[in-house]
C-alpha cells in the first residue's frame, strides 16, 4: 500500500485567483493522477503526472488552466488557474506503485470553493 | 468514448438485508476494480477480477465479472451500517489508467 498526503485539504478561494494543491507519498512510486470529484459524482481523470516530463491531460483539461508538476517520484503538485466557482469541488491525487493497470491508492482530497 | 455505468445509482435497503450494485462497460475489460468511498472520505480499493466468470469473496462482499468481460457485479450479504458509503467500479481504459463508473450510493438503515 501507499500513504498519501494531501495539502491544504479544504480552501475557499476568489474567483480569478489560482490554488496550488500538493501530494506527497509515503514511497517512489511509478504514476500519480489527478482526479476531480464533484458533490455525489464519479471521479473524472484530469491527468496523469509523469516524473521529468509534462503532464498527460484527459479530454476537457488544459495545461492552461491545470498546470502539474511532478518533480519526483513521491511528490506532485496540480494548480487549479484563474478559478471560477465552477471549479468547487474535490480534487484527488492517487498513485500506483506499478506499471500498466494496478491498484490506485487515494489521497485524503483537497475541498475547494471559490466564491 | 468508453462508459462504464452502475444501477442503481442509489440504494437504501434496512440493515440486515442484500444489496447489489451491477457495473457495465460498453468496451470489454482485460480486469475490473472496485473501490468504496465511505461518505467525507476517498475511494478505497476493494479488490481486482481478471478472469471471465472469476467469483472472489471478501467476508460478506462477493465479486464477480461477468463471462463477455463486460459486466460486474458486487452483492453485500446481510448488511450492516459499516457497509454505508458509495461503491464504485473501476475498468481500465488504455495500458495505465482507470475510467470510475458512475458508482452507487449505498445507505443502511439501522
Known amino acids: 500500500s501507499a500513504v498519501i498526503s494531501q495539502k491544504p485539504s479544504r480552501d475557499i478561494c476568489q474567483r480569478g485567483t489560482s490554488l496550488t494543491i500538493q501530494c506527497q507519498v509515503d514511497?517512489?512510486?511509478?504514476?500519480m493522477f489527478w482526479y476531480r470529484q464533484q458533490p455525489g459524482q464519479s471521479l473524472t481523470l484530469i491527468a496523469t503526472?509523469?516524473?521529468?516530463?509534462?503532464?498527460?491531460?484527459e479530454s476537457g483539461f488544459v495545461i492552461d488552466k491545470f498546470p502539474i508538476s511532478r518533480p519526483n517520484l513521491t511528490f506532485s503538485t496540480l494548480t487549479v488557474s484563474n478559478m471560477s466557482p465552477e471549479d468547487s469541488s474535490i480534487y484527488l491525487c492517487?498513485?500506483?506503485?506499478?506499471?500498466?493497470?494496478?491498484?490506485?491508492?487515494f489521497g485524503p482530497g483537497t475541498r475547494l470553493t471559490v466564491l | 468514448g468508453q462508459q462504464v455505468m452502475q444501477i442503481p445509482q442509489y440504494q437504501h435497503v434496512q440493515e440486515g438485508e442484500d444489496f447489489t450494485t451491477y457495473c457495465n462497460s460498453s468496451?470489454?475489460?482485460?480486469?475490473i476494480q472496485w473501490y468504496k468511498q465511505r461518505p467525507g472520505g476517498h475511494p478505497v480499493f476493494l479488490i481486482q477480477?481478471?478472469?471471465?466468470?472469476e467469483v472472489k469473496k471478501q467476508k460478506r462482499l462477493t465479486f464477480q465479472f461477468g463471462e463477455a468481460k463486460k459486466n460486474s457485479s458486487l452483492h453485500i450479504t446481510a448488511t450492516q451500517t459499516t457497509d454505508v458509503g458509495t461503491y464504485f467500479c473501476?475498468?481500465?481504459?488504455?495500458?495505465?489508467?482507470?475510467?470510475f463508473g458512475t458508482g452507487t450510493r449505498l445507505k443502511v438503515l439501522a
Open positions: 492517487s498513485v500506483a506503485k506499478g506499471v500498466g493497470t494496478d491498484t490506485q491508492y
Open positions: 514511497s517512489q512510486v511509478t504514476m
Open positions: 503526472a509523469n516524473q521529468g516530463s509534462e503532464a498527460t491531460y
Open positions: 468496451t470489454t475489460l482485460s480486469n
Open positions: 477480477l481478471v478472469k471471465s466468470g
Open positions: 473501476a475498468g481500465p481504459s488504455g495500458t495505465y489508467k482507470y475510467i
